[in-house]
């Protein structure tokens, strides 16, 4: 059982306000500030320059991920009087250079002035929101990134934690404070819930990659699924053991067939309030523990194969999210579990495989599962004739030495949908890179006993033939994206306002896509 209090990750929520300036109360304040300007952005004039200037002196320009805590007039402190009426303290948050600024720029500084306030002790703090006038593109926007910044820096795992007395509690509280009352419209409300919504939903994911392996075996992922389907236009089906059995699907049998943990999958539909445009499939990996089953991992940092279920806790985390909005799109979600165990009906080395689409493969290493739960899934989502397939999998070791941590790889037929995750990507802070998939690579995965051997040769281009394999699942002309998430899905260190530990890539960027219709 996952544990109840999980629904109470103590300080790790954020509560949101909006509020004209002259309604704010609060002692911190902050505002953010672009290297090489004269004042902050939204304390404009003698103000604001007096505030630059005394920044200034502390070696603060405004440099992206720096920030300057100004305090006001206590005993002999040379900012006396800085500080706007009514805070006590006001800290200055970088965005760096204007030419250089992109809109994650303000998830990072963002993250950096909570961290300061965290420091000093404030468990609530008011962000001033520039104007129209001051920023690029739409002001929602900016709002938006700023409540993403704060909700997703501030998780934290810590149920299974006791806590530590002298522990520094995140900002709990954080009110956008608006100057000009005109932009605390509808619309800028209706962005900052959107936000909110789209946060929770990435500390959702988080939380399930998090968790421990054994509180979450293949059936309470799909109690957890079930859960999701009572909010808003959300249907699921979960097909059991029996059911698989009557559909062929012997990649996800098969895997799960090592664990006393029967395996599952589950089946989440959306459908559109209004005419439904398109249809899209995302189907996520969903190994609750990566042992290798008889292929065995190496033991040492086998503990980071719980995560070996992020994709499909994006796709979970997807319909969290699609249960508060209206998306123009019909979206199926398809999320295999299975334990990869090397228990007495374990497949072996040398065993075959027969997929839902009637094709088979020789199994050569075990440890390669998570592409026949996949390859079921491809083959089976096709039949929903959708215009877009995407598929999310923590799948090749191969991909973190190809990309790194930090950059997810993209492999497959619908070059416009690639372009555009590369793009949209990049605005959300989530860092894609386009591999090959050419046919010349398919004699790597040749069988004299099967259709295919399920992997290519060791050492040699193996996120791309992970690729290649599943490609024989997608069923013609069916647009279809892979995205291996095997570096992003977790990080060891804290990034900019992800915390060490589960990350929920790509989560946002298949939102935004989604947002707009494919
Ligand atoms: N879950 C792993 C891939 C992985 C490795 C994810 C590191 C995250 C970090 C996958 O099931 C696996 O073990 N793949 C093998 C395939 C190989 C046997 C062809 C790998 O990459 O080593
Ligand atoms: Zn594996
Ligand atoms: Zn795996």
Request: charge should be positive; glycine fraction near 12%; aromatic fraction near 6%.
């Amino acid at each position: 059982m996952i544990d109840e209090r999980a629904e109470v990750r103590k300080g790790a929520k954020v509560k949101i306000d909006l509020i004209a300036k002259k309604n704010w109360t609060g002692r911190v304040l902050v505002g953010f500030m672009f290297d090489g300007d004269k004042t902050p952005l939204a304390i404009p004039g003698d103000e604001g320059k007096s505030f630059a200037a005394v920044a200034a002196g502390e070696k603060f320009t405004g440099q992206f991920k720096k920030t300057s805590l100004l305090r006001a007039g206590f005993g002999d402190s040379p900012h006396a009087g800085t500080v706007p009426a009514g805070a006590t303290k006001l800290i200055l948050a970088g965005l760096g250079k204007r030419k250089e600024f992109e809109l994650d720029r303000v998830r990072s500084a963002t993250a950096k002035a909570l961290k300061q306030a965290e420091e000093i002790g404030t468990e609530s703090i008011g962000l001033l929101v520039p104007d129209n006038k001051e920023v690029r593109g739409e002001l929602a926007d900016f709002a938006a990134a700023v409540v993403e910044g704060a909700i997703l820096s501030s998780y934290r795992f810590d149920k299974y934690r006791t806590p530590k007395p002298d522990e520094a509690k995140p900002v709990g509280e954080l009110t956008l404070v608006f100057a000009n009352t005109k932009n605390l419209s509808v619309a800028m409300r209706k962005a900052v819930g959107e936000a909110v919504s789209r946060s929770e939903a990435v500390c959702f994911t988080r939380d399930l990659a998090n968790e421990p392996p054994s509180p979450k075996p293949p059936e309470k992922m799909a109690e957890i699924a079930t859960g999701l389907a009572k909010k808003g236009r959300i249907t699921v089906q979960v097909m059991h053991k029996a059911e698989l059995e009557k559909l062929g699907m012997g990649g996800i049998l098969r895997v799960g067939a090592g664990s006393h943990q029967p395996p599952c999958l589950v089946h989440l539909t959306y459908t559109p309030a209004g005419k439904s445009k398109q249809t899209v499939v995302v189907i996520g990996k969903g190994i609750t523990f990566d042992s290798g089953g008889i292929s065995i991992k190496p033991s040492a940092g086998m503990e980071a194969m719980k995560d070996d279920m992020a994709g499909a806790g994006s796709v979970l985390g997807l319909f969290k999210w699609l249960g508060s909005v209206d998306v123009p799109v019909t979206v199926h979600g398809l999320a295999p579990f299975a334990e990869n165990m090397p228990g007495g009906g374990a497949q072996k080395p040398g065993d075959v495989i027969r997929h839902f689409n009637g094709k088979t493969a020789e199994v050569i290493s075990t440890d390669a599962e998570g592409r026949h739960l996949l390859a079921d899934c491809l083959a089976y989502g096709s039949t929903l004739k959708p215009d877009l397939m995407i598929d999310i999998a923590t799948l090749t070791g191969a991909c973190v030495v190809a990309l790194g941590d930090e950059y997810s790889a993209l492999l497959g037929t619908d070059q416009r949908t690639i372009d555009r995750l590369i793009s949209v990507g990049r605005q959300q802070g989530e860092f894609f890179w386009q591999l090959p998939l050419p046919d010349r690579y398919k004699s790597h995965l040749k069988s004299k006993v099967a259709d295919m051997k399920h992997v290519g040769k060791p050492g040699i281009a193996g996120t791309i033939t992970a690729g290649l394999f599943l490609k024989e699942f997608v069923g013609e002309g069916v647009p279809w994206v892979h995205i291996d998430i095997a570096g992003p899905s977790f990080t060891k260190e804290d990034w900019d306002y992800t915390p060490a530990g589960a990350t929920g890539v790509p989560l946002r960027t298949i939102a935004a896509l989604l947002r707009k219709g494919v």
